[in-house]
């Protein structure tokens, strides 16, 4: 299970942290040295069960929210702080505003430094952030008051947070593993952290290494800090590969798949938008997802639907959640959804086709989408598995859910083979 900070600078997320699991998140120097957080921490409480909860620090500082945006990404559950000094500030708000727009819904609350005022003053922020998270919609968010110095509502909030269920993953889809750290370990070699969105991975694997389009094996695995050779999707993993790649070339936002692409990297793609702010045609955006960050511009068409374009392309997959900041990095606008990877150079905003966009936004599932793609035709399905992140057992469940048959043809124009449903 996989646990963020979310909260103000200097509110206290790191002490709180380290109150929680004994472990100070604060990796780097400089952020010892200011006291502030400015990267992502990490930090994991083994349980008496065999679990371990992995903690992710996130910066509270509107200078480093790329980098939080890079830490919510995949996680089970948020840790919202709220200093009973300060009370809601502006990126109390924008945390959770993010939360929401990323689906991250379950929350916890806990308001810190409560050995510095008044009980009227923890009654006022109190109601202060129930309105603010009724706000953003978050119903029935458990809070807690804590003064992290005396230790006061810490046992309470670790029985709280033992006890959370952790998100179920579907065993149907493809490993997916957004890298937000690339290092090298003597005597090993090439040493990349993430948190797996999807799918499952053991020892001696071969993933598709993105930052460089090329395969890599896996030589070992830690998952929430701790040697295994298996690893799957809600768990913070930290992989030793082992290929033609050296940690200059890997940026964070660089992904590790279970499978090669089909194709190359997203320049468009439709998506469902969320709004915080009204967009304009054509505007140009910050766009957020997992751990990457690349510029666009926004396409409007028709009922909350859009079209992203990227300067950078990325990898994607339907129903991935992306955050659209202005041009300035100042301001969240807006979250958005991706509705399909397909996006066609022309007839975007015919009425037949803008129907069915909103029909296939609101599936519920891979097969309501398959049904719904097949009101168009034959369906490609290696760039359908793809899209939907399937492996080969939940693309055959799907199949044989249906009663489909498979058609193998050719295309003589490349001479690819594909794999079409009849």
């Given at each position: 299970?996989?646990?963020?900070?979310?909260?103000?600078?200097?509110?206290?997320?790191?002490?709180?942290?380290?109150?929680?699991?004994?472990?100070?998140?604060?990796?780097?120097p400089e952020?010892?040295?200011?006291?502030?957080?400015?990267?992502?921490?990490y930090?994991?409480?083994?349980q008496p069960?065999?679990?371990?909860?992995?903690?992710?620090?996130?910066?509270?500082?509107?200078?480093?929210?790329?980098?939080m945006?890079?830490?919510?990404?995949?996680?089970?559950?948020?840790l919202?702080?709220?200093?009973?000094?300060?009370?809601?500030?502006?990126?109390?708000?924008?945390h959770?505003?993010?939360?929401?727009?990323?689906?991250?819904?379950?929350?916890?609350v806990?308001l810190?430094k409560?050995?510095?005022?008044?009980?009227?003053r923890?009654?006022?922020?109190?109601?202060?952030?129930?309105?603010?998270?009724?706000?953003y919609?978050?119903?029935d968010?458990?809070?807690f008051?804590?003064?992290?110095?005396?230790?006061?509502?810490?046992?309470?909030?670790?029985a709280?947070?033992?006890?959370?269920?952790?998100?179920?993953?579907?065993?149907?889809?493809?490993?997916?593993?957004?890298?937000?750290?690339?290092?090298?370990?003597?005597?090993?070699?090439?040493?990349?952290?993430?948190?797996?969105?999807?799918?499952?991975?053991?020892v001696?694997?071969?993933?598709?290494?993105?930052?460089?389009n090329?395969p890599m094996r896996?030589r070992?695995?830690?998952?929430?800090?701790?040697?295994?050779?298996h690893?799957h999707?809600?768990?913070?993993?930290?992989?030793?590969?082992a290929?033609?790649?050296?940690?200059?070339?890997?940026?964070?936002?660089?992904?590790?798949?279970?499978?090669?692409?089909v194709?190359?990297?997203?320049?468009?793609?439709?998506?469902?938008?969320?709004?915080?702010?009204?967009l304009?045609?054509?505007?140009?955006?910050?766009?957020?997802?997992?751990?990457?960050?690349v510029?666009?511009?926004?396409?409007?068409?028709?009922?909350?639907l859009?079209?992203?374009?990227?300067?950078?392309?990325?990898?994607?997959?339907d129903n991935?959640?992306?955050?659209?900041?202005d041009?300035?990095?100042?301001?969240?606008?807006a979250g958005a959804r991706?509705?399909?990877?397909?996006?066609?150079?022309?007839g975007?905003?015919?009425?037949?086709?803008l129907?069915w966009?909103s029909?296939?936004?609101?599936?519920?599932d891979?097969?309501?989408?398959?049904?719904?793609h097949?009101?168009?035709?034959?369906?490609?399905?290696?760039?359908?598995?793809?899209?939907r992140?399937?492996?080969p057992?939940?693309?055959?469940q799907?199949?044989?859910?249906?009663?489909?048959?498979?058609?193998?043809?050719?295309?003589?124009?490349?001479?690819?083979?594909?794999?079409?449903?009849?």
């Amino acid at each position: 299970m996989i646990i963020a900070t979310a909260g103000h600078v200097d509110h206290g997320k790191t002490t709180l942290l380290q109150a929680i699991t004994g472990v100070n998140a604060d990796r780097l120097p400089e952020e010892k040295k200011r006291g502030m957080t400015i990267d992502l921490g990490y930090a994991y409480w083994p349980q008496p069960d065999g679990r371990v909860l992995g903690f992710i620090d996130v910066p509270g500082h509107e200078k480093f929210l790329s980098i939080m945006l890079a830490g919510v990404g995949g996680i089970d559950h948020a840790l919202l702080v709220v200093a009973c000094d300060d009370g809601v500030m502006a990126q109390t708000r924008e945390h959770l505003q993010i939360l929401q727009l990323t689906g991250n819904l379950q929350l916890t609350v806990a308001l810190t430094k409560a050995d510095r005022v008044d009980e009227a003053r923890i009654g006022e922020v109190r109601e202060e952030v129930l309105a603010a998270l009724d706000n953003y919609g978050f119903a029935d968010t458990v809070l807690f008051v804590t003064a992290a110095n005396e230790g006061r509502g810490i046992a309470e909030l670790r029985a709280h947070l033992q006890q959370l269920p952790a998100r179920l993953h579907a065993a149907q889809h493809r490993f997916r593993l957004a890298i937000d750290r690339a290092f090298t370990v003597k005597g090993a070699g090439l040493v990349v952290t993430g948190t797996a969105l999807s799918g499952e991975v053991k020892v001696g694997d071969t993933l598709w290494l993105t930052g460089v389009n090329k395969p890599m094996r896996v030589r070992s695995l830690h998952a929430q800090n701790q040697p295994t050779d298996h690893a799957h999707a809600g768990q913070r993993i930290a992989l030793n590969i082992a290929g033609d790649a050296e940690k200059e070339q890997l940026n964070r936002g660089d992904w590790l798949l279970s499978d090669a692409p089909v194709g190359e990297a997203f320049s468009r793609v439709i998506v469902s938008l969320a709004l915080h702010a009204p967009l304009s045609q054509w505007q140009p955006l910050h766009i957020h997802h997992a751990a990457s960050h690349v510029t666009g511009r926004v396409s409007l068409l028709e009922g909350g639907l859009a079209e992203l374009i990227f300067d950078t392309p990325l990898w994607l997959a339907d129903n991935d959640r992306l955050v659209l900041r202005d041009i300035s990095a100042r301001a969240t606008l807006a979250g958005a959804r991706v509705v399909t990877l397909k996006a066609p150079r022309r007839g975007k905003r015919k009425p037949d086709y803008l129907h069915w966009l909103s029909t296939l936004a609101a599936a519920q599932d891979d097969s309501a989408a398959l049904a719904i793609h097949l009101e168009r035709g034959a369906v490609n399905l290696p760039d359908f598995g793809w899209a939907r992140q399937l492996n080969p057992l939940g693309m055959r469940q799907l199949i044989e859910q249906h009663g489909f048959s498979l058609l193998y043809t050719s295309d003589a124009d490349d001479d690819k083979s594909s794999v079409e449903l009849g």
